[in-house]
């Protein structure tokens, strides 16, 4: 089960010089605009991620007229550290020094619920991805070097067919073939399971986000074409090889896994058809049933919401709190403060933001 005990951040953004104990249940930052409210989130996602959900620039998060920021958390028996800089890159663990992101991602599994991300329903390909492999990755660890092994080998792929190197296709299209199938079953089987999830009893407590006489479905696209078995190696590389003139005419490899997305529907609506309202809460629902699918496994992630209340009326605000809270796993919300009647009703610890200073509301 991740919990963050103890959060200390350094020149991150407007946050200079500071540390947190939060609670292993709900923490609520309250700020008015532009205090620091997504900059913290911003900051916990990072230690789980070794990236920003914001931006690529590290230097876009440093506080201005520093040269780098520092992060330490602890997590259980663990104590993350960050040091970057435009230069150097240090991230460790207990004090031994890590390379490797899945690892991190292991210690403090976060999900992230943030307008800044976009949501899931009616969302992009790439969003969906990210989701759904985040989701097969804590369920299966290992599914991160097959990951590997693909984009690589579609690298090579692409690389061969930029060149006309007809001769040497064959050798990788096997190779992706092989990675492909093994990613499609693992999504496939992750994407069975948390719709088993949806019905779940505690996913009960989420029917004020959606009337439960509605039929809320997704299913798995895994961007290869019609006519390809996706979890079956031979067939994808038969369809690969079939195809070969083609591909080397446009020069990339335009199908795969790497397209691969989820289509999601209302009642036999198709999402691009569903309100901005639906789109919202629909998406908390599936972002919420990964996390109990997870911490049915006990994989306890960390949940980020920012920016609560802009998101869903009080009468939502509250079914996504009491489920929270039952399922019990320490989250992070932020909220401008205007309507903490709803809130207050679950007791989370408070914590105030005011021109990058946290402090534990009195
Ligand atoms: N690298 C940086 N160094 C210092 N300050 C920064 C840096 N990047 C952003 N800021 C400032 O941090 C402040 C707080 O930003 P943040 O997005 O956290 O606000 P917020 O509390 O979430 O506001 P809102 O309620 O509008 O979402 C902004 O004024 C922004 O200009
Ligand atoms: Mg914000």
Known sequence: MAVIDKLSIGQFRNLICQYITPSKGINLFIGNNAQGKTNLIEAIYYLGHNRSFKTKSIKEVISFNYDKFQLEAQVGDCRIRFEKSKIKNFISVNQQRINNTSRLSQILPIQIITPDKGFIV??????????????????????????????????????LLVTNKENELDFWFLALAKAAA????????????????????????????????????????????????????QSIYQYLSKNTTTLLKTKYLNYGSHKASINFSLNDKNECFLSRGEQKALSIIFWLTQVLFLVNLKINPVVLIDDLSSELDSKKINSVLHYLKAIKVQTFITDIGHNLSTINNIKPTIFQIDDGIIQPMK
């Open 122 to 159: 009616n969302g992009t390909p790439k969003n969906k991805r990210s989701y759904l492999d985040w989701g097969v990755f804590h369920v299966k660890p290992d599914s991160a070097k097959v990951f590997k092994t693909y984009n690589k080998t579609l690298k090579n792929i692409n690389t």
């Open 182 to 233: 093994e990613i499609n079953k693992n999504r496939v089987k992750y994407l069975q399971k948390l719709k088993e999830t949806t019905f779940d009893n505690q996913a009960e407590l989420l029917s004020p986000l959606i009337d439960p006489l509605n039929k809320f479905d997704y299913k798995f696209s895994s961007g290869w074409p019609k006519g390809v078995d996706e979890i079956n190696e």
